[in-house]
């Protein structure tokens, strides 16, 4: 039978088949609204329609396409890589400058005490005022009047309260660099007027500015690149290993994607088989009941008969469920979301089988090891351990940072003069030094290197890993394309054995040699090697995409590029 009679075959059965969800179900659900076919479908697909289930012929290409655009599992590793490009930009903005400005406004009132009398003078005067306010009240007794509120401390002096207005303003410049030096640019402006209850005087308000320049640098810990730049690098490294991440899960779909394409034209062309065995039962039948009725057979023969169009028939039922559970399975690859309304069914399409490559088992590995994103992963998650390492054996140093100032005031008047005098450099100040902090037992640096240090070695083996299943991944696929392939070979000649067997059977049965069971047994053989054939034919296929997947060199033989996932 030609592939377009089982074609055409094909979808007068599954007008037959229950549709996934029957017309209740459909009522009772609140479907979104049907995806339109992109341009790329239209074009690609040819449809037909039966009983509301739309038949769709699909090419290998437009599952591939398909499966790129609308792999759910291909998107969430293309989101990580853009998760991890967002970590590369948020530790380059650790060295941003930071610029702050800061301003404020302050009253302070605050009692004397003795402290604050800084001569014998002023203490005198204070008694003096004292003795004065004593007259006082004494003159107002002889009057009849109360003494006056006269606050005193325990000294008997009396309470002076002190004023402070201030207006503060500053501004500083702050970076870091790479090789852990802290700098910044500190501008303060300071308005403050100083007086005292009783005060009478008139009081001019004092502005007060300074310019300062202040560097820490660090010489032991959190000193050079290796360790301000850790992060940077293991977040770039990081965006590395989710790309790698993206195009095996990406090699890995897409060869999921042909061998399920691959099945389902198995399960066509067994649709096809099967139903080539109904048709030959059937002529048996009529056969068997012509000879019946001639006096040739026996009723039991004409049973018989009958009995193997009935297995025949289970057989293309199971046909048909596996071709229906294998288009089920390209969906959950090619399809991006879930509608109650798309009753589409995936039909395939003829392919060419794919050429035998030859079995060169050092090439292959070669070819693995250059290209298979899972070991790039694996190396490039090694280097991300050794930046780490680098900076833990960093963190166990003492911090010893060498700290200097250089700064100009000035004091005046006003804001402007205050700041001339200070860019005059009147009154410069600077400050050097070293600043030394050691902890004490320095667990948590000692258990962080540990820590590092178990981490490489998990690294290294599994670079090990990667190494024995790449070899093992070669060695398997070889010997499954050579066992595939003498499969082939010799289901080809079973059928072409059982084909020449079946014509012999006939003309024995015409000579009275056999019976018909005979026929039915040679009959049953036959189709079930041409049945075994076609899957023969499929895991040869199937065995060669493997073989593009685990030599890291799929997406070249389809000619898909893929050199970053930046949209």
């Not at 070669?474 to 595939?484: P, Y």
Request: hydrophobic share 40%; net charge positive.
């Amino acid at each position: 039978m030609c592939i377009s009679r089982r074609h055409a075959f094909l979808l007068t059965l599954l007008a037959c088949l229950p549709l996934p969800a029957t017309a209740a179900d459909l009522k009772k659900a609140s479907p979104p609204p049907i995806r339109r076919a992109s341009v790329v479908e239209k074009k690609s697909a040819t449809t037909a329609r039966f009983d509301g289930t739309r038949v769709e012929k699909i090419t290998m290409r437009d599952a591939i396409q398909m499966a790129m655009r609308n792999n759910l599992e291909v998107k969430f590793d293309k989101v990580a890589v853009r998760i991890e490009r967002a970590k590369i930009r948020f530790e380059v903005g650790a060295f941003d400058p930071t610029f702050s400005i800061n301003m404020s406004r302050e009253s302070l009132r605050r009692p004397q005490n003795t402290n604050d009398f800084s001569s014998t003078d002023q203490i005198l005067q204070a008694q003096s005022l004292v003795t004065s306010n004593n007259a006082i009240d004494t003159t107002r007794a002889l009057n009849g009047l109360p003494p006056l509120d006269h606050p005193t401390q325990a000294t008997g002096l009396p309470i002076t309260i002190f004023d402070q207005q201030n207006d503060r303003f500053s501004a500083n410049l702050i970076q870091r660099t790479p090789w852990g030096m802290r700098y910044g640019l500190f501008v303060e402006a300071n308005r403050l007027r100083n007086t005292f209850s009783g005060d009478n005087r008139i009081i001019t308000p004092e502005y007060q500015t300074s310019t300062q320049l202040q560097i820490v640098q660090p010489l032991l810990k959190d000193f050079g690149p290796a360790a301000n730049l850790a992060n940077l690098r293991v977040a770039r490294l990081s965006k590395q290993i989710a790309i790698l991440t993206w195009k095996q899960r990406l090699m890995t779909g897409l060869q999921a994607v042909m061998a399920t394409y691959y099945e389902m034209a198995f399960g066509l062309a067994d649709i096809g088989v099967r139903q080539e065995a109904i048709d030959a039962d059937l002529r048996f039948v009529n056969q068997t009941e012509r000879r019946l009725e001639l006096g040739f057979m026996s009723p039991f023969d004409v049973q018989q008969a009958r009995a193997q169009v009935s297995v025949d028939q289970e057989q293309l039922i199971a046909a048909k469920n596996q071709l229906m559970e294998r288009q089920f399975a390209l969906k959950r690859l090619i399809l991006d979301e879930f509608n109650v309304n798309d009753l589409r069914v995936f039909m395939p399409q003829v392919e060419p089988s794919l050429g035998v490559p030859k079995l060169d088992r050092s090439a292959f590995l070669q070819q693995a090891f250059a290209h298979r994103p899972d070991f790039k992963q694996a190396l490039t998650e090694a280097d991300s351990q050794d930046i780490r390492l680098r900076f833990a054996r960093n963190q166990l140093l003492p911090q010893l940072d060498l700290v200097g100032t250089y700064g100009l005031n000035g004091l005046k008047g006003g804001y402007g003069d205050s700041f001339d005098q200070t860019i005059n450099g009147s009154a410069p100040g600077w400050t050097l030094g070293v600043n030394l902090r050691i902890p004490l037992g320095n667990i948590q640096a000692r258990a962080q290197l540990d820590s590092v240090k178990a981490q490489k070695e998990q690294a290294i083996l599994k670079i090990k890993q990667s190494e024995l299943g790449i070899g093992v991944d070669v060695d398997t696929v070889m010997s499954r394309i050579t066992t595939n392939q003498q499969r082939l070979e010799t289901a080809r000649k079973t059928r072409e054995l059982f084909v020449e067997a079946v014509r012999i059977a006939y003309r024995r049965l015409e000579e009275g040699q056999i019976s018909s069971f005979d026929i039915i047994e040679q009959q049953r053989r036959l189709y079930d090697s041409k049945s075994r054939e076609v899957a023969a034919r499929t895991e040869l296929d199937k065995s060669i995409t493997q073989l593009w997947l685990v030599t890291g060199t799929l997406l070249d033989k389809l000619g898909i590029q893929v050199p970053d996932a930046e949209k």
